[in-house]
Each structure stands twice: as C-alpha cells, then as structure tokens.
C-alpha cells in the first residue's frame, strides 16, 4: 500500500512538472524608473564693464607739513611765555622772552665801544694826516711816520672788532625774544616763566597743519602707476562717512624689504583745520580714472566657508566658479579674478545649485530663447521617460 501511495506522489510531481514545462511562462522584471533631478529655475544677470577708478586700498597717517622744536639761542631766566599749546600763531610772532634786559644791556655797551672805537680811528686818520704832511716837508722823522701810520691801522681794527660785538649783541636781543618759524599752531609748550634755560634748551613744538602729508605704503607691483599729482581718497574715524582728497607729491625711490611696498606722500589741504596731525587714515590712491572693471550684481556672489563664488549659466547647466572679489558700489561688486563681460551669472536660487547643475532662465528678456530650449528639452525627456 505503501508503495502505491509513492507512485501517486510521483506521478502527481511528474504531471505537474509537464504542466508547467508547456504552459508556464516566467515574467519578466519591470525596468527599474530612473529618477532626474528637476531644473532649479534661476534668475540670471549678465557681467558688464563698469566704468571705474582703478584704485589701490592705502592706510597711512597724517603728518604735519613742517613741524619744529624751537629751542633757546640764547642762555637766561624765561621772563614771560606768550602762548601755549593749541594757540595758533604767524610767522614771526613773539612766543617767549629769554632775559632781554640783559642782552639789551650788552648791546648798549656794544654800541658804546663802537663809538668809542670810531673816535679814535677818527683821531689817529687825523694825526696820520699831519705827519704825512709833515714827513713830505722834512720836518716830521720816518718813525713819527710810522707810528702815526700804525695807530691808524690799531683803530681800524679795533672799530672792525667792535662793529662785530654790536652786531652780535643786536642778535642777540633778537633771539632773546623767541618767535614762531613758520604760521601754525604750538602743539607743546615746555617752559614757563621763571625757567632757566640754556643754548639749545626746548622751548615749544610748533607744527604747521595748514598743509599736511598723508603718508602711506603702496604694493611694489603698482610702481609703474604711481607718479605725481595722483588723485588720492580717504576717510578718518573722528568724520564717519567723509571723504577727503589730496594729491601725491613724494615717491620714495626704494622699496621696503620686509613690506614689499614703497611709501609715497600726499598733500592734503587742511580746510577750516578739521584734520589733525598724526590721525590714522585709511582710504584708496586711484590709479587709473574711468578704468572698464567687471562687475555683477551683489546678489550673484556667495560666500561660505571662507569661499567666494558664482555660479556662471553654459548651455543651461550652472558651473560654480571662484572669484576674487574688490570694491562694492550701488550694489554691484567688483570682480577682480574668476569671470569675464559678457558671461551670465544667477543672482537667485543659488542655495540649490551645484556645479552642474541643471538651470531653467527666468525674468530675463535676453535669455527668453534659452528658456523655451530648456523647457522643450525637459519636455522631450518627460516623453521619452513615459515611453
């Protein structure tokens, strides 16, 4: 009975093998959908020609035109200072007297020996006279002669040392009244009155801050632009948002080693004396006027992780480029390296680009024919994806 079960078992398995030898047929897998990324839709602006000053980017410091420390020529007690620091003062303008009734007293007694001194040439020219009359008649002897002819020659030179004393003693009533160099203003003031001083000793610091010298470092490789009277722009901290302008006037021969840069020298006119000496400045030296500069729209530059790009539109696809960017005006910025005129960058949806990318145009009129290829070329691939 055993065995006759078994051969069922069998032939039921054998049936049903033939079965499906010839009627069964094995589907085949359905091909697996491929999804594309959409076409991010963008905004595009083309980069243009700008026309702007070439500059350079200059920090600096402003210094007085002539400053000077004015000391005693003379040795006394300081009987009166005049000024003190902040006051503005003219060339030649008393600021201090040094002992002056003394030096006046010498220059009386110098006066004194001059006169003296004329006196007795006056004399002795006389008594030389006489002789030589004398001489020539027979009855003066020849060292009556000479002795007449000697005392003259005394005299004059005595007259000479003399005028010599009175001209120093004259000078020195001058200098004993210590006068401004130059019209500016007394930064310091050293001495009062009571002081003694002596040759030599500091006085005052005078500066002239009518003109001052805005000296800054420029980079070796702008030497072959930098030449006179350059137009030179910059702001100070105490006039937030105030530009002031000077020309340059000093180019140092040589460039600094450990800087790589050279300094140069401009005139700033100090108008209405608002600009102090020694203000820090920063500010920039325009190189070239009206120079064609590549520029974009703000909007198109990204910037993370310490990376500056753009993202330029070929053929439809967006291609991430790094740049070096300078100056912002109006809301374009300068781009110095990385993109040309005439190439096209997105200033929107950005933040879902990638280099290569797939773009469609939007809210450009010079663009409308590359959005109708984008789009009929999404709508060719929608086609063949459902065939």
């Known amino acids: 009975m055993f065995n006759s079960i078994m051969k069922n078992f069998v032939g039921a398995i054998l049936v049903t093998g033939v079965i499906c030898a010839s009627g069964c047929t094995k589907k085949a897998a359905a091909p697996a959908k491929v999804s594309r990324p959409e076409a ?9 020609n700008a026309l702007w000053d070439k500059s350079v980017s200059v920090t600096g410091t402003l210094y007085a035109k002539d400053t000077a420390a004015i000391s005693a020529q003379v040795e006394g007690r300081v009987e009166q200072t005049l000024v003190d620091f902040g006051d503005r003062v003219k060339s030649g303008q008393d600021l201090a007297f040094i002992d002056t009734a003394s030096y006046e007293a010498l220059l009386q007694q110098a006066v004194g020996n001059t006169a003296k001194a004329e006196a007795n ?3 002795a020219r006389l008594n030389f006279e006489r002789v030589q009359k004398l001489r020539s008649e027979g009855v003066a002897s020849q060292s009556d002669f000479d002795a007449a002819k000697a005392a003259l020659e005394q005299w004059n030179a005595e007259l000479k040392a003399a005028s010599g004393n009175e001209a120093v003693a004259r000078l020195n009533v001058d200098r004993s009244k210590v006068k401004a160099p130059f019209d500016g203003a007394i930064s310091t003031r050293i ?43 910059f702001s100070v901290d105490n006039y937030p948002g105030e530009v002031f302008s000077g020309g340059v006037y000093l180019i140092s021969p040589e460039v ?18 608002r600009l102090k000496a020694n203000t820090f400045a920063r500010g920039a030296l325009i190189i070239q006027s009206a120079a064609p500069t590549a520029v974009v729209p703000l909007d ?23 740049v070096q960017t300078g100056r912002i005006q109006n809301g374009l910025q300068e781009v110095i390296e990385g993109v040309k005129a005439g ?12 280099d290569g990318a797939a773009v469609v145009l939007r809210d450009a009129s010079h663009s409308t024919s590359g959005t109708k290829v984008a789009l009929n070329s999404e709508n060719r691939e929608g086609a063949h994806a459902r065939r």
């Open 40 to 48: 991010t839709v963008v905004t595009v602006a083309a980069v243009t």
């Open 121 to 123: 040439l006056n004399n």
């Open 343 to 354: 190439e096209m960058v997105t200033v929107s949806g950005q933040s879902k680009l990638f």
């Open 191 to 233: 001495v009062g009155r009571g002081d003694y001083v002596k040759v030599a000793s500091p006085l005052f610091n005078a500066v002239n801050d009518s003109v001052l010298k805005f000296i800054f470092q420029v980079p070796e490789k702008y030497a072959s632009y930098v030449q006179k009277k350059l137009p030179v722009q």
């Open 300 to 322: 198109a530059v990204v910037s993370f992780a310490g990376v500056t790009k753009v993202f330029v539109v070929e053929n439809n696809l967006a291609r991430s480029r790094t």
């Open 256 to 273: 600094t080693k450990a800087s790589r840069a050279f300094n140069v020298g401009a005139l700033v006119t100090n108008i209405d004396f």
